[in-house]
C-alpha cells in the first residue's frame, strides 16, 4: 500500500511536469532537442520508426541510419550508424522481432530487402536477403505495411498506358520471410497520380486515388483482407470525393475512422488540409469545421502533411510552413488543441528550412519528428524530439505494462474507454480526483480475458469541472491517465 502511495504521488508530479512541457523540443535529445548529420548527396527522409529498445532507425531514398535514444549516431548499426543503399529507397517497415524491411526502385523494378535488428543483411528473407521485380510489376514502391502476421504489403506505381494520363498501381503480399507472393491486386491511377493506402486493425486496406479522367477529384476505396472490394463500404466498395484537392498521406485510426492529408487547390493558394472519413466512406461531419481542418496555405505543392495518433486519440499532424517544421496537434474531435505548444502548434526554430517526412510516437509518449533541413553543407538529416504529456504509455515501475487510452480528452457527459490486457485479470477502473479521493467506480474487481476492451460510459453531470485521474488496476499492473471534466 505504502509503495503504491508513493508512485501515485510520483506520477502526479511527472504529470504536472509533463503537461506544461508539452509541445516544446526536449532538450535531453541531440543538442537543443535535434539530432543532425550531413550525408553526401542530399539524402530525404522517407520513413522513421522506433526499435523496442528506444533506438530509432531513419529511412531516407540513400541510406538507413540508427540513433541512440539520446540523438546519437549508433555506430553498432550498419557501418558506424549508417547503411548505403545499392538501390533508391523509398519506405520501412519493422517486423514483430525486430528487423527491419525496406523497399526501393532498382534496376530490375523494385527491391524488397530485410535487415537484422543491427542493419546486418538478413539472408534468409527471400534470395540471399532480397526479393526483386521486374517492370511488369512495380517499377515505383511507395508503401510498405508489415501485417500482424509480418506478411509485408508493398504498394506502387507500376507500367503507364502511352495514349492517356494514366498510371496503373498494384498492392502485393508477401510471405514474411519474402518465399512467396501471396496476393496481387491492380487499380488505376489518374492524372498526377500520386495516391495513399493505409491498413485498419481488421486488416483491409483503405486506398485513396485520384481518377484518371477529373482533376482534383479522388476515389476512395476499401478492400478486404483479400485485396477484394468490400462492399460494405458505400455498398459499392468505392466513394468519390469531389472536391478540389489530392489526398497525400493517411492514417487508419484505432476506431476505424481514416484520416487523409492533402493539398486543397483553390484559385488563389494552396492549403494544406486534414479530412476524417467515417468507415461507410463518407465524411465525419463532428470532426473539424464539417469533416476537415486546415492546417495553413503554403506557396510550394509538394509539401506532405504526416500524421501520427496518441495513446488518448489526439491527432499530430507534422509539415513545413513558412520555411520551419510545424506539429498541430488536434482533440479527438478535430479542435486545435490550445495547451500544445503554443496555440496548438510546436514550431522547430532550431533548424532551418525543416520538411518534416515522418513522426513517430516513443513508448514513453514522446513525439520524433524526422526530416530534412538546410545547414551550412547543404540539405541535412534532422531528427527532432518534443516533451509530450501523454502518460499512458508510461512504465510503472513497480510492474510491467499494459495499453489504456482514453478518449476524447477533454470530457463531457461521456467517454470512451480503450484498454488491451495481455493476460486473464480481475480488473478496477476508477474516477478519483487530485487528492486521491474516488468520484466513481466504473469496474468493480471484474474478471476480464486477454484482448481489446472497449466501452463508453457516462461522467454526471454533477461531478465538476477539473483534473481528474482514471486508474486501471488489472492484477498487479496499474495505469493511470489524466483527464479534463469540461
Known amino acids: 500500500m505504502k509503495k503504491a502511495l508513493i508512485f501515485f504521488v510520483a506520477y502526479l508530479l511527472l504529470l504536472n511536469t509533463a503537461f506544461s512541457q508539452a509541445g516544446k523540443l526536449d532538450k535531453t535529445f541531440g543538442i537543443n532537442g535535434v539530432s543532425t548529420i550531413y550525408l553526401y548527396g ?43 543503399s545499392e538501390y533508391i529507397l523509398a519506405c520501412m517497415g519493422q ?31 527471400g534470395s540471399a536477403g532480397a526479393v526483386s521485380s521486374s517492370l511488369s510489376e512495380v517499377d ?14 508493398v504498394a506502387g506505381t507500376s ?22 507472393l501471396l496476393n496481387k491486386k491492380m487499380f488505376e491511377l489518374g492524372y498526377n497520380h500520386p495516391f495513399t493506402i493505409s491498413q485498419l486493425h481488421d486488416g483491409r486496406i483503405y486506398l485513396s486515388a485520384p481518377i484518371h479522367y477529373t482533376l482534383g477529384h479522388m476515389r476512395m476505396t476499401l478492400y478486404n483482407s483479400s485485396f477484394e472490394l468490400d462492399t460494405s463500404f458505400n455498398h459499392t466498395g468505392n466513394y468519390v470525393f469531389t472536391d478540389n484537392l489530392s489526398f497525400v498521406s493517411s492514417l ?18 494552396l492549403e494544406l488540409k486534414v479530412y476524417r472519413f467515417n468507415p461507410d466512406g463518407y465524411l465525419d461531419l463532428s470532426f473539424g469545421n464539417s469533416g476537415s481542418l486546415t492546417l495553413d496555405s503554403i506557396k510550394i505543392n509538394g509539401n506532405k502533411p504526416v500524421m501520427i495518433e496518441q495513446p488518448d486519440g489526439k491527432i ?35 533548424v532551418s528550412n525543416f520538411k518534416v517526412g515522418a513522426l513517430a510516437l516513443q513508448s514513453d509518449g514522446k513525439i520524433l519528428a524526422a526530416g530534412n533541413s538546410l545547414g551550412k553543407n547543404g540539405y541535412e538529416i534532422s531528427v527532432a524530439r518534443y516533451n509530450q504529456d501523454i502518460l499512458s504509455s508510461i512504465k510503472n515501475p513497480l510492474t510491467d505494462i499494459f495499453s489504456f487510452t482514453v478518449y476524447p480528452n477533454p470530457m463531457k457527459n461521456k467517454v470512451n474507454i480503450e484498454y488491451y490486457l ?9 474516477l478519483v480526483d487530485l487528492q486521491g479521493k474516488e468520484v466513481k467506480k466504473i469496474v468493480d474487481n471484474e474478471k476480464q480475458f486477454i484482448g481489446s476492451h472497449r466501452f463508453e460510459i457516462e461522467i454526471a453531470d454533477k461531478i465538476p469541472k477539473g483534473n481528474y485521474f482514471l486508474i486501471l488496476s488489472a492484477g498487479e499492473q496499474q495505469q493511470v491517465v489524466k483527464v479534463f471534466k469540461d
Open 252 to 269: 487508419a485510426q484505432r476506431d476505424g475512422k481514416i484520416l487523409l492529408g492533402g493539398v486543397y487547390y483553390s484559385k488563389t493558394t
Open 422 to 430: 495481455p493476460k486473464e485479470a480481475k480488473v478496477t477502473l476508477r
Open 316 to 350: 499530430i499532424v507534422g509539415y513545413q510552413a513558412d520555411l520551419k517544421g510545424v506539429l498541430y496537434r488536434f482533440n479527438v474531435n478535430g479542435n486545435v488543441d490550445k495547451g500544445y505548444g503554443v496555440d496548438g502548434k510546436s514550431v522547430n526554430t532550431i
Open 140 to 153: 515505383e514502391p511507395v508503401y510498405l505495411i508489415v501485417e500482424q502476421d509480418d506478411n509485408i504489403i
Open 95 to 125: 517486423q514483430k522481432d525486430g528487423k527491419i524491411v525496406v523497399c526501393g526502385t532498382s534496376k530490375s523494378g523494385y527491391t524488397l530487402s530485410r535487415f537484422d535488428k543491427d542493419g546486418v543483411l538478413d539472408a534468409n528473407f
Open 42 to 84: 542530399n539524402p530525404v527522409v522517407k520513413s522513421m520508426l522506433v526499435q523496442k529498445d528506444g533506438k530509432i532507425v531513419v529511412c531516407t531514398d540513400k541510406y538507413i541510419l540508427r540513433f541512440e535514444s539520446d540523438g546519437k549516431l549508433d555506430s553498432t548499426f550498419g557501418f558506424e550508424g549508417i547503411i548505403v
Open 159 to 180: 507500367a503507364y498506358i502511352a495514349s492517356e494520363p494514366l498510371a496503373w498501381g498494384q498492392l502485393l503480399r508477401f510471405e514474411k520471410n519474402g518465399e512467396k
